[in-house]
């Protein structure tokens, strides 16, 4: 029997244009090469079983879970949390909450607006829910954290007030925006890519925290410290 830890990514899953969960393919192996003790594969909490059959497949190994989700919400409390129950199995907070997240978005925030004079307005785009919760609450806290080096920093929601397209509506250049979104399908790349597309003022950056190079090393970090502890 393998004595090798396993390290499990869990995300969403994609709807719309990036269906394929290719970035999370992606973001897959880039771990798996950064931390090659370890074996790492993925699971999506919005197909229902997928978490207890992978861990069923692992057996009696080490099992560290680092969900790459912006809340601990509905996936992370029903999808997760209960099938994580075994000693040897560990489950992680959300990537949002990590104490690396807010600033490894502010420092990618700062490489991309440092030509500016003036730091630049931002716009923290997040999915929300029809029922005001975790989501929500997430993101502020993201925002919070962000607000030392950004005073100027505004959460907008593609599903609860404030939303999105208003807060983006009425941003005054210079702005920037960041999505807390993973993949590049619908919200993170179709939603997204029609809020900067459509402001007033075209922003000075723009990015969703999955597309960012050096995520994967946020993650190997991650992994590295929880592994060791």
């Known amino acids: 029997m393998s004595e090798r830890p396993v390290i499990l990514l869990a995300a969403h899953g994609e709807r719309g244009g990036a269906a394929n969960n290719a970035r999370l393919a992606g973001i897959v192996d880039a771990v798996s090469a950064l931390v090659p003790e370890a074996d ?36 992370y409390e029903q999808r997760l949390k209960p099938v994580f129950t075994a000693a040897n199995h560990r489950l992680a907070p959300p990537l949002a909450l990590w104490r690396s997240f807010a600033p490894f978005l502010a420092d990618n925030l700062a490489l991309r607006t440092i030509s500016h004079a003036v730091d630049p307005r931002v716009v923290l785009v997040a999915h929300g829910s029809k029922q005001t919760g975790r989501s929500a609450a997430c993101a502020r806290q993201v925002a919070g954290l962000m607000q030392a080096r950004y005073g100027r920093l505004e959460v907008g929601f593609l599903e609860e007030a404030p939303f999105a ?32 597309s459509t402001a007033k003022h075209r922003p000075v950056a723009a990015f969703t925290a999955g597309e960012l190079p050096g995520l994967a090393g946020l993650i190997a970090a991650e992994a590295r410290d929880r592994l060791r502890s």
Do not use: K
């Not at 997928?50 to 879970?65: D, K, N, S, Y």
């Not at 509506?169 to 900067?196: K, N, R, T």
């Open 40 to 75: 790492v594969g993925s699971v999506l909490v919005n197909v229902e079983g997928v978490t207890e059959r992978a861990l069923a497949a692992c057996g009696e190994r080490t099992v560290l879970c680092l969900p790459l989700l912006f809340s601990d919400g509905y996936f």
């Open 165 to 196: 397209a208003e807060v983006v509506a009425q941003a005054e250049a210079p702005w920037s925006a960041i999505g807390l979104f993973l993949g590049d399908g619908m919200h993170g790349g179709e939603d997204f890519d029609v809020l900067v």
